[in-house]
C-alpha cells in the first residue's frame, strides 16, 4: 500500500508497510520509517491519518495505524512491547528508538491492537 505525497518539488511516495510512526511537528509530520530514516513532509498529522485511514478503506482493509494523542500515530504491526514501568512503546527495528507514551493512551491501544487482531 502506498501513499503518494505532492509537494512543491514534486511527488513523493511513501510504502506504508514501512512505516513505523508517524510524529507531528507543528504544521509538518515525520514519518519514521523501519530502516531508521525520516521523511519530513508539510501537512499537518491528521491530514496524513485520515489520507492513511482512506487508502486502506479504498480497498477494503482495516488500516494498522492507530491515532495516539495530538503526536503520534504508530502501525501496531510493528509494536514487539510495550514498557509499562516507562511507557514506552518498543518496535521491531533497531533502528527505531521507543516512543514514550501515556499510560490513557495505552489503554486505547491495548483495545486497538486486540480488536486489530482480533480480525
Same mark, same amino acid.
Given at each position: 500500500m502506498k501513499l503518494f505525497i505532492t509537494s512543491r518539488n514534486g511527488i513523493e511516495i511513501i510504502n506504508l508497510e514501512k512505516v513505523v510512526f508517524l510524529k507531528a511537528d507543528? *504544521?509538518? %509530520? +515525520? =514519518?519514521?520509517? @523501519?530502516?531508521? $530514516? @525520516? &521523511? %519530513?513532509? !508539510?501537512? %499537518? !498529522?491528521?491530514? =496524513?491519518?485520515?489520507?492513511? %485511514? #482512506? &487508502?486502506?478503506? #479504498?480497498i477494503g482493509e482495516r488500516a494498522p495505524f492507530f491515532r495516539m494523542g495530538r503526536s503520534y500515530v504508530v502501525n501496531v504491526t510493528y509494536i514487539t512491547s510495550? *514498557? !509499562?514501568?516507562? *511507557?514506552? !512503546?518498543? =518496535? +521491531?527495528? +533497531?533502528?527505531? $528508538?521507543? @516512543?514514550?507514551?501515556t499510560k490513557s493512551q495505552l489503554k486505547s491501544l491495548r483495545d486497538f491492537v486486540s480488536d486489530f487482531y482480533r480480525l
Open positions: 507543528g *504544521n509538518y %509530520t +515525520d =514519518f519514521h520509517l @523501519v530502516d531508521g $530514516k @525520516v &521523511r %519530513t513532509h !508539510l501537512s %499537518t !498529522l491528521s491530514v =496524513f491519518a485520515d489520507a492513511i %485511514t #482512506s &487508502r486502506y478503506e #479504498s510495550v *514498557n !509499562l514501568v516507562n *511507557n514506552m !512503546l518498543v =518496535f +521491531d527495528s +533497531d533502528a527505531v $528508538k521507543p @516512543v514514550a507514551v
